[in-house]
């Protein structure tokens, strides 16, 4: 038997498999939150500059993979072994080998939640076009979430390849037709293109990002215009529920913003998972005498 046979015949091997890959995404998936939003702010100085006819400064290349992660309070280089997911951090006790300061609890707990999305992700859709695609959708709203988190920002680049590969692998009907998925990606722009206008119209001040917009539309893209309003209703309790907490218990500032992104990317795994059935249970207790 193949290897892809292999994963195919025996789930447990899928399953195990993919929570290791997770974890493995998940180290990876802490750099792209950390350096996405610089090198987006590179880009807009560079533009800036370009557009006001200075000459840019010169800078040291800055990517996803230049220069090697390094601690951030010593500069100390951290090695192969150092980087192993959640392993390393547990060993390290928390803290940079050079220096001993604390290391962010966020590292792991992004590469956790990914080992576990990823191997629920796997054990629910099974070997095949979903699962393979369900990881994908998984560790884009991760990703989207913790930069939301700490910038108020979805980045275009995760955003807009995530709409388009939502409606590739609906080609194959992978969780929904493609019309369903075209007609979903429109609907999720346009739903809250039209909310942030009438709020603005309404108040004067902008209740939300275009980043929301694009966010909302790859959840369409993905899962198909008729998850929307579960999406909807679901990230918007769950918002309303934080923001009031916020407000009320942590003293949070009613003029300081709240990022929507995260409760979004919150509704649509839900709605990936479980939609189907929240619908159905839905619908039938709505039909009850």
Not at 52 to 65: D, I, M, T
Request: hydrophobic letters at 50%; one cysteine or more; aromatic letters at 12%.
């Amino acid at each position: 038997m193949t290897f892809l046979q292999d994963l195919q015949a025996y789930p447990p091997l899928f399953i195990a498999l993919s929570g290791i890959l997770g974890l493995v995404v998940g180290s990876f998936l802490n750099v792209v939150i950390h350096r996405l939003p610089k090198m987006m702010e590179r880009g807009w100085r560079a533009q800036c500059a370009e557009l006001s006819g200075v000459e840019p400064k010169p800078e040291a290349p800055y990517n996803l993979l230049t220069p090697r992660s390094a601690c951030p309070n010593c500069n100390h280089k951290i090695g192969a072994l150092e980087n192993i997911p959640l392993i390393s951090y547990l060993v390290l006790g928390g803290k940079c080998k050079g220096c001993k300061a604390p290391i962010s609890i966020r590292y792991p707990l992004v590469e956790t939640l990914s080992g576990i999305l990823s191997a629920y992700a796997a054990w629910h859709f099974g070997f095949g076009l979903a699962g393979v695609a369900a990881l994908l959708f998984v560790w884009a709203l991760i990703a989207l979430t913790c930069i939301d988190l700490d910038t108020q920002l979805l980045p275009d680049d995760i955003t807009l390849p995530l709409l388009w590969l939502g409606l590739l692998f609906n080609l194959n009907n992978a969780f929904t037709g493609l019309p369903n998925a075209v007609i979903g990606a429109i609907a999720g722009y346009v739903v809250l293109w039209g909310v942030y206008w009438l709020f603005k119209l309404a108040t004067g001040k902008e209740g939300m990002g275009y980043g929301d917009f694009k966010l909302l539309a790859a959840i369409g893209a993905w899962l198909g215009w008729q998850m929307l309003p579960l999406v909807i209703m679901l990230s918007s309790v769950v918002g309303a529920v934080v923001g009031v907490t916020l407000i009320v218990a942590v003293k949070h500032g009613r003029d300081i913003p709240i990022p929507f992104g995260p409760y979004l990317a919150g509704g649509g795994l839900i709605a990936l998972f479980w939609g189907s059935l929240l619908t159905q249970s839905y619908l039938q207790f709505m039909a009850a005498p």
